[in-house]
């Protein structure tokens, strides 16, 4: 899916940063693949590259064997993202938002409302709220509505950047079974970004860990574990990047003050 | 191919009936600027009403009447004109605003559907604010329209149309390039426009290096002509030296507009300038 993708940008403070360096990876497909790192080691950059909206400095993305800079629209048709942030129009209600994100992928309202219905009630999304403006709901629900206009258009590949940073346990819990659910149910194929230790363990069939923009670590949890001697995913994180997660965070934030 | 047509013309009309929802939901907004209109375009009318009591001297009613409907011409043409421009050249940093941008991008819609959707949306807007402005002010100042030509008129509008979408699609692209200055850059465009484009006085009153950007403005051609339409009933042939420079801009500002915004998109794309932040 990635071969040696590189992506630099140029900044006033840092001169050329990095953000990615020449990472290669694949993705399975029908696979959940979690790409775990701290703030700043290029998770949402390769994400954004995946999902076209940033081109490569160098290297090649495919998409189930399409290349991004042969037939973008064929990609784009394929993939759908879930970011941090909602990405509403904020004064239109879930459902208006919703019928006119699915009519861009070709989805007429009377098929994307039924649709947008059933997902939003397996969600937890209180259905009698559907109607109010967005700005009224909370940021749970929020996302969950991002979630569920994702789904709507049936994506082969779902980018999931950080779908539940923000959220609060409950919804979390109610978000991670729905995709694990979805994944089941109709063999997407996701590429989940975390800085959860435990999310990315429970829901990702494989992991790749990202540091300073390259793949230090690739495998299941399992073999991660294994091959680090570790007995828990930080301590391969430790391992393979001498931080701990949080300590890594800590660091990023530190370094955009 | 008819049924691609038919596939493209329904993804372009997401656009429109998201922006019939926006209009919805920002209803206070969407009355709040064609009461500006009606109020701005009265009190340019009032100006020519008064004309006697400013100048001094006793002037005839029907030169009176021809200067309220000289300037009436003037404001409300730029009025339609304008909403083109500022609407369409919103687009950009309207989607940021919200934090869709990426989101708007990312789907598989054809740039060219993407703008044409937005351009139909605005050009509902701005026919429905304008033709709402005119009803309004005929209802508090005396317009003669005996002799108009109203043909000639609405040609000559959809030329001007033409042109101000070219131009706006081509300065939506800033704000892709520059975030906050780009929607400056195109306010400031705009007002250049409106000072060298003789929308309340001939052109002729200009320095002379005014004059010169006033013969690139669409808007000098089509609001001359429109006057000419309008006061001395000028049909279509007599107003062809006001159309063809129009349409020249129109037939070529719409593709050069489309070709910088897809250029500028994939500037954006390579320096990491397309996201909802800046």
Excluded at chain 1, 59 to 88: H, P, T
Excluded at chain 1, 144 to 158: D, G, N, S, W, Y
Excluded at chain 2, 219 to 231: C, D, N, P, Q, S
Aim: hydrophobic residues 50%.
């Amino acid at each position: 899916m990635a071969e040696a993708v590189t992506k630099s940008f140029k900044s006033s403070r840092e001169g050329i940063r990095r953000a990615v360096d020449n990472v290669s990876l694949r993705v399975v497909r029908g696979e959940i693949y979690g790409l775990l790192g701290a703030n700043g080691s290029g998770k949402s950059t390769l994400i954004r590259m995946f999902s076209t909206l940033l081109t490569p400095d160098a290297g090649r993305v495919r998409v189930f064997g399409i290349d991004i800079r042969d037939d973008e629209n064929a990609v784009k048709r394929m993939i759908n993202r879930v970011s941090v942030e909602a990405s509403f129009f904020k004064k239109l209600s879930a459902m208006e938002n919703l019928v006119y994100s699915a009519r861009l992928y070709g989805v007429g309202p009377d098929e994307s409302r039924g649709k947008a219905l059933a997902i939003l009630k397996r969600l937890g999304v209180d259905i009698d709220r559907v109607n109010e403006p967005l700005e009224q709901l909370s940021r749970g629900m929020q996302q969950k509505v991002a979630i569920a206009r994702a789904f709507l258009t049936a994506p082969t590949l779902l980018l999931l950047d950080e779908p539940t940073t923000g959220l609060d346990i409950r919804s979390k819990r109610e978000v991670q079974t729905f995709v694990r659910d979805l994944r089941d149910e109709h063999d997407a194929t996701i590429v989940l970004t975390t800085h959860d230790l435990d999310e990315a363990e429970r829901l990702s069939d494989r992991i790749g860990i990202l540091h300073d923009g390259r793949l230090v670590a690739e495998g299941t949890a399992e073999e991660l574990r294994a091959r680090h001697g570790a007995t828990a995913l930080e301590d391969v994180f430790m391992s393979v990047t001498g931080r701990r997660l949080d300590e890594a965070d800590a660091a990023a934030e530190e370094k955009t003050k | 191919m008819t049924t691609q047509v038919g596939g493209q013309l329904g993804l372009a009309y997401a656009f429109v009936e998201r922006e019939i929802a926006l209009s919805k939901r920002y209803w206070a907004w969407e009355l709040v600027w064609p009461v500006y209109g009606i109020v701005t375009s009265l009190s340019v009318a009032y100006i020519g009403l008064a004309l006697p009591t400013i100048s001094g001297t006793a002037i005839d009613p029907a030169v009176v009447s021809r200067t309220v409907l000289y300037l009436l011409v003037g404001t409300i043409a730029w009025r339609f004109l304008g909403i083109i421009f500022e609407n369409i050249g919103e687009v950009i940093a309207w989607e940021r605003w919200e934090g869709t941008i990426e989101y708007t991008f990312m789907s598989p819609v054809p740039r060219f559907t993407h703008l044409i959707g937005m351009c139909g949306a605005t050009l509902v807007r701005a026919t429905a604010f304008s033709i709402a402005i005119l009803a309004a002010v005929t209802l508090f100042v005396p317009v003669d329209l005996s002799r108009a030509n109203v043909l000639s008129a609405v040609v000559l509008l959809a030329v001007g149309a033409l042109a101000f979408v070219g131009l706006g699609i081509a300065s939506a692209s800033f704000p892709l390039l520059w975030t906050e200055k780009g929607l400056q850059m195109a306010y400031i465009v705009q007002a250049v426009v409106l000072l060298v484009s003789g929308v309340y006085y001939p052109v002729d009153v200009l320095p002379s290096w005014m004059q010169a950007l006033s013969v690139i403005s669409p808007a000098t051609y089509v609001i001359e002509g429109m006057r000419m339409a309008l006061l001395d009933g000028a049909d279509l042939l007599t107003l062809w030296p006001k159309v063809w420079p129009a349409l020249v801009v129109g037939v070529l500002s719409v593709p050069l507009g489309l070709r910088l915004f897809v250029e500028v998109e994939r500037y954006a794309k390579r320096t990491g300038r397309l996201k909802r932040s800046g």
